[in-house]
C-alpha cells in the first residue's frame, strides 16, 4: 500500500509560479510511475503529467507544456510539480497519484488533493 499527500496549493495570480509536493509513504519502492491529475468545477479529472520512477522520462498534456515541469526524488520519495505562467485556466484541485505497474488499473493509489486557484 503506497499513501499520497499533496501540498503546496494556495492562491496566486495569472503569471505566477507555484510549486506542488507529494510525498509518498508506506510501500513506496513498488512505485513504478507518478502523475498529477487536476479536476475544476464541473469538468472531468484531466492527466496533466507523469514522471517514471526509476528513470526520468516525462509526459505533459499539451495544455500545461513549457509551463509545468514533474520531478521526483526517490530519496525523499516525493514527486513535484513546479507550475510557471500560471493561467485562471489551471484553477482546479489537483491530484497526486502512483502506479504500480501491475494489472489493467493504470493509477492505484491516490492523495486527498490540494486546490490550486489562479486569479486573473
Known amino acids: 500500500q503506497v499513501q499520497l499527500v499533496e501540498s503546496g496549493g494556495g492562491l496566486v495570480q495569472a503569471g505566477g509560479s507555484l510549486r506542488l509536493s507529494c510525498a509518498a509513504s508506506?510501500?513506496?519502492?513498488?512505485?513504478?510511475?507518478a502523475g498529477w491529475f487536476r479536476q475544476a468545477p464541473g469538468k472531468e479529472r484531466e492527466f496533466v503529467a507523469a514522471?517514471?520512477?526509476?528513470?526520468?522520462?516525462?509526459y505533459y498534456a499539451d495544455s500545461v507544456k513549457g509551463r509545468f515541469t514533474i520531478s521526483r526524488d526517490n530519496a525523499k520519495n516525493t514527486v513535484y510539480l513546479q507550475m510557471n505562467s500560471l493561467k485562471p485556466e489551471d484553477t482546479a484541485i489537483y491530484y497526486c497519484?502512483?502506479?504500480?505497474?501491475?494489472?489493467?488499473?493504470?493509477?492505484?493509489?491516490w492523495g486527498q488533493g490540494t486546490q490550486v486557484t489562479v486569479s486573473s
Open positions: 497519484a502512483a502506479d504500480n505497474g501491475l494489472g489493467a488499473q493504470e493509477y492505484d493509489y
Open positions: 508506506g510501500r513506496t519502492f513498488s512505485i513504478y510511475r
Open positions: 514522471v517514471s520512477w526509476r528513470g526520468s522520462n516525462t
